[in-house]
């Protein structure tokens, strides 16, 4: 590493010296020290955040099928609307179903009919067993009249026992009847953002069919994420070390959603829910976090990356990423002396915090480093430094959450 960074910075000096040469030969007279904003470097605690690519979805996604096979008379929802828990979405043809249900509804009146006589004949058979006990005992009449009167009456109260089990299928049938037939309106079951229709009038739909549209709540909306076991087991571990449970820990955590248009969402995420398992695939478990969305503009299947504090880096040496350059695999800085004289210092990264810099090696706190001006200076420039303008070090854009 040492030995590519010297190369690297002979491989400077060295366009330096060729392009003072090619001034000098062309004759232009020597401008004065170039003007450079510098900053400090600064040593602070840091946190640093961890990212994932999210995906978006509803908090409860209804798919809003046919309970009952039929002809689809009409849509009565505007596509990708609004609609209420209750609200008309689609209308079946109801004729089959009302004509199912006024037949129930005979066959429920021929079995109270049937009933009513069976238990006329009952009545009948009842007397004359009460009639023909004592007659028999006197031997007015016969033991086999008697017999007789009694295996009518056995009879009767059976046709009373089948004409109310008929009823009872026949009022069955009544209900599945009126069910199927309210099943021909198909409602919506929650408040929600429905879906453009997957079908269209005039189309034979089914419960074996594909949905016809679905019904996604959206505020709050889910963002999920897969992390790794290894990233699950650090968390976990360092959870762990608190006095409070797991569950409250994850819910302290902050989370911000940078958007596919590279936008950063203005509400901040809480902790959802964590799946049971890790995928034994992809060795990742299913992390869910829910933003508020009242607007609605954020829509299930968008995709975003999405981050949180992971830890924090103790007394951590920072500068402006604007302020690093990269050449050949390796960084450098420019650092201005104490004699306002550049050095082209190579320096090791470390992670990057919102528009900051770790330095893990090859700066120390307090000296002066070029934030704007970089591309006008070289291995021993003398420059006009003047304080950087933007004060990035005092701003915090960790968010309040840490693991």
């Known amino acids: 590493m040492q030995n590519k960074q010297k190369r690297i910075v002979t491989f400077l000096l060295a366009i330096g010296t060729m392009h003072s040469t090619g001034c000098g030969k062309m004759g232009l007279p020597p401008a004065g020290p170039p003007d450079v904003e510098v900053i400090e470097v600064v040593q602070k605690d840091v946190p640093i955040t961890k990212d994932w690519v999210a995906t978006l979805d509803g908090l409860i996604n209804a ?102 089990a008929a009823i009872d299928g026949a009022q069955a049938a009544v209900e599945s009847a009126q069910l199927n037939l309210s ?71 902050e989370w911000q959603l940078r958007l596919a248009d590279g936008s950063i969402y203005p509400l901040r995420g809480e902790f959802h829910a964590l799946d049971r398992q890790i995928d034994v695939r992809t060795g990742a478990i299913l992390v869910q976090v829910q933003f508020s969305n009242p607007n609605r503009v954020l829509r299930p299947g968008g995709f975003g990356r999405i981050s ?25 800085v420019a650092v201005v002396g104490s004699d306002n004289k550049v050095r082209i210092q190579p320096v090791k990264m470390g992670q990057k915090s919102g528009e900051m810099w770790i330095v893990d090696e090859g700066l120390k706190q307090g000296e002066r480093v070029v934030a704007e001006g970089v591309q006008k200076v070289q291995e021993g420039t003398e420059v006009k430094p003047k304080p950087y303008q933007s004060n990035l070090l005092s701003q915090d854009r960790s968010g309040s959450a840490k693991l």
Do not use: C, H, W
């Open 63 to 164: 798919q809003i099928r046919a309970q009952v096979t039929g002809l689809l008379l009409k849509q009565n929802y505007v596509n990708g609307t609004y609609v209420r828990t209750g609200a008309p979405m689609f209308q079946i043809d109801p004729r089959p179903f009302q004509a199912t249900l006024d037949q129930a509804k005979g066959d429920l009146e021929k079995a109270k009919a049937s009933l009513a006589a069976a238990k006329a004949r009952l009545g009948k058979t009842e007397i004359d067993v009460t009639r023909y006990t004592p007659l028999a005992k006197e031997s007015a009449i016969s033991q086999q009249e008697l017999d007789d009167a009694v295996q009518n009456d056995l009879a009767a109260k059976a046709q009373v026992q089948g004409a109310q």
């Open 308 to 332: 949180t504090v992971v830890r924090i880096e103790k007394n951590a040496l920072l500068v402006p990423q604007r302020s690093v350059s990269e050449l050949q695999g390796g960084f450098l």
């Open 183 to 253: 099943f021909t309106s198909i409602i919506s079951p929650i408040d929600g953002v429905a879906a453009i229709s997957n079908a269209q009038v005039g189309d034979l739909v089914g419960p074996q069919g594909a949905p016809l549209t679905t019904v996604s709540t959206l505020n709050p909306i889910l963002a999920n994420l897969t992390i790794s076991e290894q990233e699950y087991l650090n968390a976990m571990r360092l959870i762990g070390n608190q006095n409070i449970s797991e569950d409250a820990r994850l819910r302290k955590l």
